[in-house]
């Protein structure tokens, strides 16, 4: 506070720098006079690609997505694989003995409970 009192002692309150006259009246017009002109740029043109890119990178997202949903609710079987219903009829002679072997052996029947059982079936299953 001290010096602030001092400085203005010693030179008073008088400006230091001085403005000319006028000059702020047409600062404006003069400073936007210097300035070079502004070039006009010509919009980009945008192509049909840059355009539709979005929607055909969307559509391949929902492509992929739609193939992992079949192959995980598919369980792994193959998606062209032909799947076999109960009314189809279903020609065991094109499977060759080394199969049918074991699966017989597997069912855990005797010579005379086959016999029995394939006497008993339809015929149009075999």
Do not use: C
């Not at 499977?95 to 005379?112: A, C, F, K, R, S």
């Amino acid at each position: 506070m001290n010096e602030e009192k001092d400085l203005i002692k010693r030179y008073g309150k008088k400006q230091a720098f001085k403005v000319p006259e006028g000059y702020f009246e047409n600062f404006a017009e003069d400073l936007m006079r210097k300035l070079p002109e502004k070039e006009i740029k010509a919009p980009e043109k945008i192509s049909t690609w840059t355009r539709v890119k979005p929607w055909v990178y969307m559509a391949a997202m929902f492509v992929g997505l739609m193939f992992t949903v079949r192959l995980l609710t598919n369980g792994g079987k193959d998606i062209h694989e032909k799947t076999h219903s109960a009314d189809t009829p279903v020609n065991y002679t094109e499977l060759p003995d080394e199969y049918i072997d074991p699966i017989v052996n597997q069912t855990m029947m005797g010579d005379y409970e086959l016999y029995k059982y394939l006497t008993e079936a339809n015929p149009t299953l075999y």
